[in-house]
């Protein structure tokens, strides 16, 4: 059975093939009158080369004109043993060729016969065109209207989703990271395998799930597994695809979309980044008028309103639940909420072997070690150092994906390029030097810190250089002991160039800016100021909602700020001391591996590690 669209395509590239022709024979027509232009005559020229026996011969050709018969003249002109055609306007054929043959009888003239034509033959060309141009709109109006609609503004209210591929769909093999997440799905695929199994026990299907997650997780994939795995129809659609400046066509697209839905049941909606029409509502400067919030109150009505979508499951997407509205969340909207969070160890391997498939490796890569020092990668951030790693190895001109490979693609995604072109004076060399050893030589000694991957003087991103720490295994929490450390540790580079150099740069800003946003986290969030107690201080959101909390204020009064302040000083200060205290009892290897890290400009963990064995 022939596809309706692919015929209408190609009776619009037929359209176009013959306009384009027209256009070309006019063209070309346009373009040959324009290279041979009519050099016309006037009496006394015409007279003058005539006298002169310049004139070979003269073709007339007759044309009525009222009673007379005039005509245009070619005349075929010698000049210098060049040949010119020039032409002339004879007002009487009769009289001009007697006049001839009386004073000029050396030259030949020929006249031919007289045609007459009709008033419609001269006008034809102009009826021509103009039926051309005219068929040319019809047609492109009439593919228009084939392809779906009157015109753009009438589609406005069309929903923009899209139906999954159905010949390459993607299994839950395909998916790695998430095995708990795979077993909470896996029983939404046997629903809409088998809906009557769990009918008869009384259970009705789940009307959404909602995946929540960091950036990179693999939610929008695994929901395409559901797909792949159930094998019902699946339609996908932005959450800012709903949202447009017209009011009320963002509810219009959410009608069509459920409307979509209902005739392919069973069916799955996928909905990403859901956030972008589910904040919650009332929390703009616009009140609860506005283009959005009516859109999301469509979404609450058909996800469970009076309506009843039987077999029309919604999936959807996020990586920011706290702004979204709580009666979207509730029981019998969202029945499902599952967090799809990064991979542990062995799931970050599982990621490395599928996305290592078809890349080359050399024997020395290690997938567990590249597992081990990815703590806290995403699988998007696991397939982007696999392939910059192949990027680099294609660049090289090698054969494999070597490990040093890896470790160069795992700076590069961590820290950024390193600029080696650009020049820095030996002042800031050793500047830098000192700065980054003092980082090492803390994160070597603190047993709470992780331990030191690379160590580098080399422009890189936005940095003069960098100490590059690989934590070994995940964390959920930090404790008391390990956010202190990793201040002192933070601390380490301001340390070291007040003690070497004594003096201190700009250097430290960045160092200083996250020193400060853990003490004051550590008082004021995390409940450890001896002082102060178990006590949350402030309101704590990432995103201030204007309209809800504009007018808000801090929930502690003057005096309480003062010992939050004092506080946060003096965790900062008696990490500064701790850190100068360590790096002033080791300034030995503070002077040995700064010099080491100037002669080579980078150095290894295990290169460092070495000077404390010496």
Known sequence: MSDPRRSSNTRGIIVYILFIAAMLVILISVMRSLSNPQVWLSDQETVKLLEENKVKNIRITPIRSGDATSGQAVLTVEDDSVTLVR???????????????????????????????????????????????????????????????????MNFGRSQATLADKEHPIKFKDVAGCQEEKKELQELVEFLKNPAR??????????????????GTGKTYLARAVAGEAGVPFLTISGSDFVEMFVGVGASRVRDLFDQAKRRVPCIVFI?????????????????????EQTLNQLLVEMDGFTVN??????????????????????????????????????????????????????????????????????????????????LAARNKESYITMEDVQASLIRVGIGTEKKSRRISDK????????????AILHHLLPELDEVHAIS?????????????????????????????????????????EIILEDITTG???????????????????????????????????????????????????????????????????????????????????????????????????????????
């Open 87 to 153: 032409y002339y306007f004879v007002s009487d054929v009769a009289k001009f060729r007697k006049d001839m043959l009386e004073d000029y009888p050396k030259v030949e003239v020929a006249v031919s016969p007289l045609q007459e034509e009709a008033t419609w033959v001269k006008v034809l060309p102009y009826i021509a065109l103009i039926i051309l141009v005219f068929g040319f709109v019809f047609l492109m109006m009439a593919q228009a209207n084939a392809n779906g609609g009157n015109n753009r503004m």
């Open 198 to 215: 769990f009918s008869e026990m009384g259970a009705r299907i789940p009307k959404g799930v909602l995946l929540i997650g960091p950036p």
């Open 272 to 292: 990403d980044e859901i956030d972008a029409v589910g904040r919650q509502r009332g929390t703009g400067l616009g009140g609860g008028h506005d283009e959005r």
């Open 310 to 391: 039987q077999g029309v499951i919604v999936m959807a997407a996020t990586n920011r639940v706290d702004i979204l509205d709580p009666a979207l969340l509730r029981p019998g909207r969202f029945d499902r909420q599952i967090v799809v969070n990064r991979p542990d160890v062995e799931g970050r391997r599982e990621v490395l072997e599928i996305y290592a498939k078809g890349k080359p490796l050399s024997s020395d890569v290690d997938l567990d070690r590249i597992a081990r020092i990815t703590a806290g990668f995403t699988p998007a951030d696991l397939e982007n150092l696999m392939n910059e790693a192949a990027i």
């Open 428 to 439: 800031e060399k050793r500047v830098t030097a000192y700065h980054e050893v003092g980082h």
């Open 457 to 497: 003087i080399i422009p890189t991103g936005l940095a003069g250089g960098y100490t590059m720490s690989v934590p070994e295994e995940d964390r959920m929490y930090q404790s008391k002991s390990e956010l202190k450390a990793e201040m002192i540790g933070l601390l380490g580079g301001r340390a070291a160039e």
């Open 508 to 614: 430290a800003s960045n160092d200083l800016h996250r020193v400060s946003e853990i003490a004051r986290a550590m008082v004021t969030q995390f409940g450890m100021s001896d002082t102060l107690g178990p006590l949350e201080f402030g309101e704590h959101h990432e995103e201030v909602f204007l309209g809800r909390e504009i007018g808000h204020t801090r929930n502690y009064g003057e005096k309480t700020a003062e010992v939050i302040d004092r506080e946060v000083k003096g965790l900062v200060d008696e990490a500064y001391g701790k850190a100068r205290e360590i790096l002033g009892q080791n300034e030995k290897i503070l002077h040995t591996g700064a010099q080491l890290l100037i002669e080579k400009e980078k150095i290894t963990g295990e290169e460092f590690t070495a000077l404390f064995e010496e």
